[in-house]
C-alpha cells in the first residue's frame, strides 16, 4: 500500500492541470466570463412578478452581444447589458424615458432582435 501513495499524490498534483486543459478546449467560443444570461433570469424569477412582466431581448450592438432587459414598472431604466453581464448604458426609461444619454442610438444601430426570456408568471 505504501508504493500506491506516491502515485496518487503524483496523480493528484496534475489533476488540476489536465482539468484546466479540459475547460479550455470545452469551453463554449466567446468571453470568459463569471456570469451568463440564465443568471439574469434567475435574478429575476427571485423578485416579485414585474407588471409589465420582465423581457430579456439580445441583440447585436457594435458588432457583440448584448442583452437589454425591460423593468418592471414606470420611471425605471431599460439596462443594456454586454455578453458577461457588464451595464453598458439604459438607453430607454427613466423620468424623461430617454434613458441614460450613454447609448441614444442603440435602438437606431442594434440588430438581430431576438427575444430570450419572457417572465412567464
Known sequence: MRKL??????????????????RETASEPGPNCGASIQTKIA????????NPAYEIWQYTYHGQKVYLVTSSCCDQYIT????CLNVLCAPS????????GRCPEFYQLSTNRQLVWRDPR
Open 5 to 22: 501513495q506516491p502515485f496518487c499524490w503524483a496523480l493528484l498534483s496534475i489533476l488540476p492541470l489536465v482539468a484546466s486543459q479540459c
Open 43 to 50: 435574478e429575476l424569477q427571485a423578485q416579485p412578478k414585474g
Open 80 to 83: 443594456l447589458y454586454d455578453e
Open 93 to 100: 426609461g427613466g423620468i424623461t424615458g430617454r434613458g441614460d
